[in-house]
T-cell receptor, first 116, second 111 residues
């Protein structure tokens, strides 16, 4: 069964460093998302991406964050200068929205980002 | 703001019993989705119910949706120890839109 994959599973970085989190969405999906979950808290929406541009972004997704679909299969989240409060589990999701199907979003296993 | 809120926050039952979790939200939605998360792991999609549906079944799962009360329930029948996990509802207000997650219900099934 097709699934969303994410790499790495765990990333440790120093404050102020740039990180890139990678995702391979399900191949026939059209919408892509990043969410994050700070330990013990709710899953929070960061950004949605469709047709090679951002559809919607949350207040969390400030100028330090960017997304890209560089090659038609990967979907990346870059954090330019990490802060301690960026430590969280980051989930990529994708959905094959089309009329009558509904927006079922399938999530990857997550990347645990630890900022020291 | 649209927001799913689950209750109870935690539920502990014996294997074989049924588990019911509830979710309330505040605004109109296109659909509502339920997810399971095992400790420290990813989110597994369980079921999606559209705003024009009232009930949906998938295996041992039964989901109801009452749009007049802005609430949904997830019933797991004949629970197993492997059902131990956190369960989240998430609401979707539009095409391709973000999901807004509730805080979740922690379910523990004792064998």
């Amino acid at each position: 069964e097709p699934e969303v994959t994410q790499t790495p599973s765990h990333q440790v970085t120093q404050m102020g460093q740039e990180v890139i989190l990678r995702c391979v969405p399900i191949s026939n999906h059209l919408y892509f998302y990043w969410y994050r979950q700070i330990l013990g808290q709710k899953v929070e929406f960061l950004v949605s991406f469709y047709n090679n541009e951002i559809s919607e972004k949350s207040e969390i997704f400030d100028d330090q964050f960017s997304v890209e679909r560089p090659d038609g299969s990967n979907f990346t989240l870059k954090i330019r200068s990490t802060k301690l409060e960026d430590s969280a589990m980051y989930f990529c999701a994708s959905s094959a929205w089309f009329s009558g199907r509904g927006n079922e979003q399938f999530f990857g296993p997550g990347t645990r980002l630890t900022v020291l | 703001s649209q927001q799913g809120e689950e209750d109870p926050q935690a539920l502990s039952i014996q294997e074989g019993e049924n588990a019911t979790m509830n979710c309330s939200y505040k605004t109109s939605i296109n659909n509502l989705q339920w997810y399971r998360q095992n400790s420290g792991r990813g989110l597994v999609h369980l079921i999606l119910i559209r705003s024009n549906e009232r009930e949906k079944h998938s295996g041992r799962l039964r989901v109801t949706l009452d749009t007049s009360k802005k609430s949904s329930s997830l019933l797991i029948t004949a629970s197993r120890a492997a059902d131990t996990a956190s369960y989240f509802c998430a609401t979707d207000a539009g095409y391709g839109n973000k999901l807004v997650f509730g805080a979740g219900t922690i379910l523990r099934v004792k064998s």
